[in-house]
């Protein structure tokens, strides 16, 4: 019901530049934040950045200053500059985005997470 298309990701030098795209489509009535996580061999999943519809950006820090999160909501989509890569930013990378849900009137809202299939950003030292 809900598809999350990632693109953008690939094989770049120390220093070199990626943008990645997810778009979000289906039934995402109530989507509220988006982001993207990423997961290097050997190692957990861990927030990159994400930001809500009204605009709240959040970056982990070891991206700060050189990433750039951001979205069109007309479109539904999020977006990840990522400028100055190192090595170490080699992971595979999932879109996240939020959706509210409530199935009646009288149902409280419940927040749902989907994750895209994961896009492969590797840099070469």
């Known amino acids: 019901q809900v598809q999350l298309m990632e693109s953008g990701g690939g094989l770049v030098h120390t220093g070199g530049s990626l943008r990645l795209s997810c778009r979000a489509s289906g039934s995402i009535r109530g989507l509220n934040q988006m982001g993207w996580y990423r997961q290097a061999p050997g190692s957990e999943r861990e927030l990159v950045a994400d930001?809500?519809?009204?605009?709240?950006?959040n970056y982990a820090e070891p991206v700060k200053g050189r990433f750039t999160i951001s979205r069109d909501n007309a479109l539904n989509t999020v977006y990840l500059q990522m400028n100055s890569l190192k090595p170490e930013d080699t992971a595979v990378y999932y879109c996240?985005?939020?959706?509210?849900?409530?199935?009646?009137?009288?149902?409280?809202?419940?927040?749902?997470?989907?994750w895209g299939q994961g896009t492969q950003v590797t840099v070469s030292s």
């Open positions: 930001i809500t519809t009204g605009g709240s950006i």
């Open positions: 996240n985005v939020k959706i509210i849900r409530k199935p009646s009137i009288e149902s409280p809202p419940r927040t749902v997470d989907y």
